[in-house]
Nanobody, 125 residues
């Protein structure tokens, strides 16, 4: 499984970006897809995830501002980020987990099987 994240860039606070994660399609539709981020000097943290059925889970601090979605026909998962804040600045990674077991595992990067290369999001104040 290969993951290719894109869509990062520089945006002013309050602006929006949409990240995309293109995947190899052989088993995409059954996987749990997640977005994680890592800010400079900080540990990687969970942002959002989506099940094949459409069920979603979010980091509390982004819940009202970010939306994760997937297009199984295009083998792509998206992260729409609105009302961006400087604290959202990070490298964003998409990841895939072969089988959904629980949101406990679905929110922890150590349980994911495949990772993309990351895309940098910089939010200026």
């Amino acid at each position: 499984v290969q993951l290719q994240a894109s869509g990062g860039g520089l945006v002013q606070a309050g602006g929006s970006l949409r990240l995309s994660c293109a995947t190899s399609g052989r088993i995409f539709s059954s996987y749990l897809m997640g977005w994680f981020r890592q800010a400079p000097g900080k540990e990687r943290e969970f942002v959002a995830a989506i099940r094949w059925s459409g069920g979603t889970y979010y980091l509390d601090s982004v819940k009202a501002r970010f939306t994760i979605s997937r297009d199984n026909a295009k083998n792509t998962v998206y992260l729409q980020m609105n009302s961006l804040k400087p604290e959202d600045t990070a490298v964003y990674y998409c990841a895939a987990k072969e089988r959904f077991t629980s949101w406990y595992e679905g929110t922890r990067g150590g349980f994911y099987d495949y990772w993309g290369q990351g895309t940098l999001v910089t939010v200026s104040s």
